[in-house]
């Protein structure tokens, strides 16, 4: 066992296990120490030098990030010393930076302006050329480098190197002309790249995708989850007039640590795209219409009356929260209806990795099958089928093949060139309402609401709702949660 | 005069085995095969004898670093990469005596349990590694080296291996890590290398003057290198000594020498008989003395201390009056500055604008304030950084700039350097 030692965090005793560094002492302590090189997930390199506190007989200034706490210790990280030799560092970093903040994506959300801004509000000393690098750079397919902003913290190609395993990233030149740069003949185009532009404490990698797109301090943040696979990676959803801009890795020791895959930030693009159905549309005469809300649903209701309950099947998905699938259920068993199938994406075995990606692609499959086991397929049968989120694929063909007499579809996108459906209700994406889905370890988490519903569409348990009393079966939802709460007894959600 | 190392340079062929056997190389071999490793160390700490690279610690008492229960493989590591500006008197071993070298490796590797030794060469030394591997081939083929040394059941392997010429990669963990193939990046100490070195195995690393010495401690005992020099610093050393002197080269002789007598003696005095202004003593990091002082220094490490320098590698720069100090700062300044590896902050910036203001001062376009800056800057790189690189610009700054101010404010006064170019 180990043993527990008392130290001195800037006057405040603090107890903590031997062998602790003073900069995760001081983070126990809810003290933050400036840093830049050290990331809890990354070998130590101590080379930014901007952790350096103070502790006392010591010969001079001491790196955090490295020194391990002994009984006794009194460390000092506001004093004027260390606060003093933090801003020194910082004037050193600043001398050779473009100071380009009004242009740089970083801005808002740079710790080397934050830092500058807490230490020092002078002005630089430098009054010489600076050193030029290469600006604007494309290293990869996703990360673009501005050698000049960089701070050499070499976070991106430990990140690379022992993390991803990739060695993609190295340093080149010495001195003041070091820079980050890719191996000869590679790129970073590994899975993960876009962590790196996480990682960056600067605004030396950006994102191409993000690059340029929005200020950071319009955006707003709303804790969600990634509906890329089935491992359900805790995100960041940013945000601003109801368009998402980007996906950002949020901690979770349990789920993706602190990092998440390339192709998953991109889904966010789902939730802008184009092919969004952004209110209810009937097929008349072999052709996709506009319609109200009221119209949609008459015709609903006609087209399911005209066939037994029994032929019904309702095909849930694994792509749409338990709220969602748990409401429409509830509104079908009302009608009568006892068969329900799940759907989802095939699985893709390439895209599967060690770190985190699941071949299977849908963010819910747990979650469905905790609804019902049947997957849909050619042993399916029904006249008419009520379609929860998209269909993919074989599924597709295997529901026209049947020629279906009705089918009502509740979806948030709609290809073009897609027209199986009588009825579109269009459903809100996951931005768009909160509920839970259950990723591939069994884990129940939660997403929530980022803004309202874009256009016309609503959640599909809401959706379900409205059905349920258009029929004069009103199930009484007015929210996720009391579907959630009402309808888990039913199942064994843990 | 006793002479420990140089006693063979003036032979012609040394790097030949049968030469320089027959000038008594590797005649400690048998003698060392007899006794206990921890014999060897006993003795070698005995003599006092000090490491050449610059630090001056007790060889013996690093030796016994080595931890005594390590289940790893230990390696001897020679820092062969003599770059410091002013220093070349590794070089001068390499080439007129490498089998004294070699001769200490064995002596060196036995004594810390060492069955691997690396001797690590800076780029520029091409010949010397090419002369190095002759050597170590001729060693190889009569059993001095390889396997089973002598009958003894030592078995002892050394490589040569090239830097690609990196002052940096004297710095010992950076020499480890290029040696492992890594960039030549300083590590954070502790782990030192004698507990965590190359390949994550105990380590010792030691300069090629150091090695060179061992053969006669082992030869003539620990008692006959310790009566040389003085108490605490003894033994004898090598001066590489370059600058306005008539007779420039290297020099062994014992510690505690006076510099006047080396200049006036061994090197032939100052070019035209000029008056010193400067002295730089162990090489281009340390600080700087005056003529003054520089003629009443001795040349051990106790009195460079006391004169607010260090003997360091021993490589000496003198300066006489026709030198301008702005300039020769600025040319320092310019090493450091280029050879900065760029892991640290302080030291990747500091170097870079240290040169930058310099060369300002230099061109006449500084102003008063840039003195001011030059000891901020000084003051905020050294003890700032993994290892001692931003030191080593650091030190000469304030030295020159306290021991020759008016020499900086003329420059700013005047706009430009009173000296001809």
């Known amino acids: 066992m180990t043993k527990t030692v008392t130290i001195q965090i800037d006057g405040k005793a603090v107890k903590i296990p031997e062998g602790t560094t003073i900069f995760n002492a001081a983070k126990e302590a809810g003290i933050e120490i400036p840093h830049f090189c050290y990331h809890p997930k990354l070998s130590i390199a101590g080379n930014c030098r901007l952790c350096q506190v103070e502790v006392e007989g010591a010969k001079g200034p001491v790196i955090s990030c490295r020194e391990r706490v002994r009984d006794g210790m009194v460390v000092r990280v506001q004093s004027d010393t260390a606060r003093d030799v933090r801003k020194n560092v910082l004037e050193f970093i600043l001398i050779n930076h473009p100071l380009d903040c009004p242009i740089c994506d970083q801005s808002g959300e740079c710790k080397l302006q934050d830092q500058y801004f807490d230490h020092s509000l002078k002005p630089s000393q430098m009054t010489w050329p600076k050193v030029h690098k290469p600006k604007a750079k494309t290293i990869g397919p996703q990360v673009m480098l501005d050698d000049e902003r960089c701070v050499l913290c070499t976070r991106c190609i430990r990140f690379c190197d022992e993390i991803v395993g990739e060695h993609q990233l190295i340093l080149r030149e010495r001195g003041d002309h070091s820079t980050i740069d890719v191996f000869p003949g590679k790129q970073l185009d590994n899975a993960y790249s876009l962590c790196t532009v996480d990682l960056c404490p600067v605004g030396a990698l950006t994102s191409s995708d993000f690059r340029f797109k929005k200020r950071v301090w319009f955006l707003t943040s709303t804790p969600s989850i990634c509906t890329g696979c089935a491992t359900g990676c805790n995100i960041w959803l940013d945000h601003c007039d109801q368009k998402v801009y980007r996906y950002r890795p949020r901690e979770n020791e349990a789920v993706n640590q602190c990092w998440m895959c390339d192709p998953g930030r991109m889904t966010y693009k789902a939730i802008n795209s184009d092919e969004r159905v952004l209110f209810p549309i009937v097929r008349n005469d072999g052709a996709y219409q506009r319609t109200s809300w009221f119209e949609a649903m008459a015709r609903t209701q006609q087209l399911l009356a005209g066939v037994n309950p029994e032929g019904i099947v309702g095909i849930v998905s694994a792509e749409a929260s338990l709220e969602e699938n748990m409401g429409l259920i509830r509104f079908l068993k009302e009608c009568g209806v006892t068969s329900f199938v799940w759907a989802g994406r095939s699985p893709e075995p390439q895209f599967v990795d060690k770190i985190l990606r699941d071949a299977d692609r849908n963010p819910n499959t747990h979650g469905v099958k905790m609804l019902t086991k049947t997957r849909f397929g050619k042993e399916t049968k029904g006249q008419a089928f009520v379609v929860l989120g998209r269909l993919h694929g074989d599924d597709l063909t295997t529901l026209v093949s049947q020629k279906p007499k009705a089918v009502i579809a509740i979806t948030d996108i709609l290809p073009a060139n897609e027209q199986w459906a009588d009825v579109v209700l269009p459903r809100a994406s996951h931005a768009e309402q909160e509920g839970h889905m259950v990723n591939r370890a069994g884990l129940l988490q939660k997403f929530e609401r980022a803004f309202a519903p874009k256009g016309e569409s609503a959640p599909g348990w809401q959706i379900a709702a409205r059905l349920a009393g258009a029929w004069g079966k009103p199930l009484g939802f007015t929210s996720a949660r009391e579907v959630f709460e009402t309808e888990k007894q039913h199942y064994d959600v843990v | ?421």
Not at chain 2, 315 to 328: K, L
Not at chain 2, 370 to 398: E, H, W
């Open chain 2, 1 to 421: 005069m006793t002479l420990v190392i140089t006693k063979n340079f003036a032979g012609p062929n040394m790097a030949r085995l049968d030469v320089a056997m027959k000038h008594g190389a590797y005649v400690t071999l048998e003698k060392i095969l007899a006794m206990k490793p921890e014999a060897v160390v006993d003795e070698v700490k005995r003599s006092g004898l000090r490491g050449r690279g610059g630090a001056g610690f007790s060889t013996g008492m690093k030796w016994g670093f080595v931890p005594k229960d390590t289940t790893k493989p230990i390696y001897l590591v020679v820092n062969a990469d003599e770059s410091e500006p002013g220093t070349f008197k590794d070089r001068a071993i390499l080439e007129k005596d490498p089998h004294l070298m070699i001769e200490g490796i064995i002596i060196a590797s036995y004594a810390i349990k060492a069955h691997t030794c690396y001797i690590y060469f800076r780029g520029e030394f091409y010949r010397q590694w090419e002369l190095m591997e002759r050597c170590l081939a001729e060693a190889r083929k009569v059993g001095i080296i390889g396997n089973n040394i002598k009958g003894s059941g030592y078995n002892l392997n050394i490589i040569a291996h090239r830097g690609a010429g990196a002052y940096i990669c004297g710095e010992e963990t950076a020499l480890l890590s290029s040696l492992e193939g890594y960039r030549g990046w300083p590590r954070i100490k502790p782990p030192f290398p004698a507990v965590e070195g190359l390949f994550g195995c105990p380590t010792i690393v030691n300069n090629v003057e150091t090695l060179a010495v061992c053969p006669f401690i082992i030869r003539e005992g620990a008692a006959a290198y310790a009566k040389l020099g003085t108490e605490k610093s003894p033994g004898t050393k090598l001066f590489s000594v370059c600058g306005h002197v008539n007779r420039p080269g290297v020099y062994e002789v014992p510690l505690g020498y006076p510099f006047a007598k080396l200049l006036s003696e061994e090197c032939g005095g100052t070019i035209e008989e000029r008056k010193l202004k400067a002295l730089i003593v162990g090489g281009s990091s340390v600080p700087v003395v005056t003529g003054e002082e520089a003629l009443g220094l001795r040349l051990d490490y106790e009195s460079c201390a006391g004169c607010g320098t260090m003997l360091g590698s021993g490589g000496v720069i003198v300066i006489d009056e026709t030198a301008c100090a702005v300039q020769v700062l600025a040319d320092l300044a310019r090493f450091y500055a280029h050879e900065s590896c760029g892991q640290c902050t302080p030291c990747r910036e500091g170097t870079g604008w240290s040169k930058k203001v310099l060369d300002r001062l230099e061109a006449g376009l500084g102003s008063s304030e840039d003195l001011n800056l030059l000891l901020a800057i000084a003051d905020n790189m050294q003890g700032k950084t993994i290892c001692p690189l931003a030191d080593a610009l650091a030190m000469p700054i304030r030295s020159w700039i306290k021991k020759f101010r008016t020499e900086f404010e003329d420059h700013v006064r005047l706009k430009g350097c009173p000296f001809p170019s």
